[in-house]
């Protein structure tokens, strides 16, 4: 008899995965993973329906060399392993059916993404459209042509995401302190909190990334380290901390995570998600001490996503990886009292590498 595998969607580390393991429906008896009886899973046939989603998720967040290996570097099985994809594969390394497992997504009967549509480099494919509408918001001098692309690039952006209602939590930084009195009478440092973490008095608040003059955001980050570097915090600094959770589920315009699962056909379709990337970009471009000129691309952004009544938009941040927030509305988050942090920013790590322009990066 041929080897079969089962494996249930918990063992999977990928939330749209399990999502389809489980709108699939089919039930296993075993997981042969982590022992689990009777929950929805995957064996070696109904595996193949979710390879197109592999697929197109691999071609979305990583270069083509980490695709197809042609320039000596890494192919498609070789980076679902290293980058633990979907599935925790050096947690699994040591189990019987882990090479059932992990060969059965290289093995392709259906036509693949990479053959479909391969007439030339994918990752070189350019909707001319989107990059005319990007180019208008962030080059354009005529105010009325680059407020009618923002507009333009929300309503396409809105198509590609996932329409999230969620709870969120995260962090604010504020660098410095202040004072509170010690015992016997000495004065202490401690973190600001209440209204002195959260958004700063009207008076006082510059143009910001999201926000024009005036008008208080409430930035978070998802984790500490984050948001200390998202305020520019340097070597010897004190920071304080605050720790702030959405009252209720708040509407997201979430450019962290699009809608992989509909753009999953071929290549020409994937590229379109090239959108939320550069979107995601202009957000998350490190830019000194900004001036008010250039954060005006990404506040004529945020204007269309709150006319769409989101309560707010997340992006990646460029020093970590991680999710940044921008609520529009403070109100709709609480500060967790007792939960604030005073900081010291001990060492600031620096890594060079040579720079060289990729060709492939159109936008
Ligand atoms: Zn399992």
């Given at each position: ?74 192919n498609y099985l070789d980076t679902i392993y290293q980058e633990e994809l979907f599935f925790s594969w050096k947690k699994i390394e040591q189990n019987d059916k882990y ?265």
């Amino acid at each position: 008899m041929e080897e079969e595998f089962n494996i249930c969607y918990k063992c999977s580390n990928n939330e749209a995965v399990q999502e389809e393991i489980i709108k699939m429906g089919q039930k296993i008896e075993h997981c042969d993973f982590c022992d689990n009886k009777n929950l929805f899973g995957l064996n070696q046939d109904t595996i193949d329906d979710i390879k197109p989603y592999l697929e197109a998720y691999v071609a979305y967040y990583y270069p083509q060399a980490d695709w197809d290996g042609r320039y000596g570097t890494r192919n498609y099985l070789d980076t679902i392993y290293q980058e633990e994809l979907f599935f925790s594969w050096k947690k699994i390394e040591q189990n019987d059916k882990y090479e059932l497992l992990y060969y059965s997504i290289e093995n392709n009967d259906f036509k693949t993404l990479i053959l479909d549509d391969h007439w030339a480099s994918p990752w070189a494919l350019v909707n001319e459209e989107q990059h005319k509408l990007l180019n208008s918001l962030t080059s354009e001098d005529n105010f009325k042509n680059k407020l009618q692309a923002a507009t333009e690039l929300v309503n396409k952006a809105e198509l590609m995401l996932k329409n999230k209602t969620v709870k969120i939590s995260g962090y604010r930084s504020r660098i410095g302190c202040k004072e509170a009195l010690g015992e016997y009478g000495r004065a202490v440092n401690v973190p600001y909190d209440k209204k002195d973490i959260g958004v700063a008095p009207k008076h006082a608040i510059n143009s910001g990334r999201a926000n024009r003059a005036f008008c208080g955001f409430l930035y978070l980050a998802e984790d500490i380290n984050t948001s200390v570097l998202e305020v520019r915090a340097q070597k010897g600094d004190l920071v304080s901390i605050g720790e702030f959770h959405s009252k209720s589920p708040l509407r997201i315009f979430d450019l962290t995570d699009p809608n992989i699962w509909n753009f999953k056909q071929n290549y020409t379709t994937i590229k379109e998600l090239q959108l939320i990337s550069a979107i995601n970009s202009l957000f998350s471009k490190p830019i000194g001490n900004g001036t008010n000129s250039i954060y005006l691309d990404t506040q004529l952004i945020v204007e269309e996503i709150i006319r769409k009544n989101y309560d707010g938009v997340c992006f990646r941040s460029s020093f970590t990886g991680k999710r940044n927030y921008t609520l529009f509305n403070s109100d709709l988050m609480d500060e967790q009292s007792g939960k604030g942090k005073l900081l010291k920013v001990d060492k600031m790590e620096l890594t060079l590498t040579e720079y060289k322009d990729d060709i492939y990066d159109l936008f």
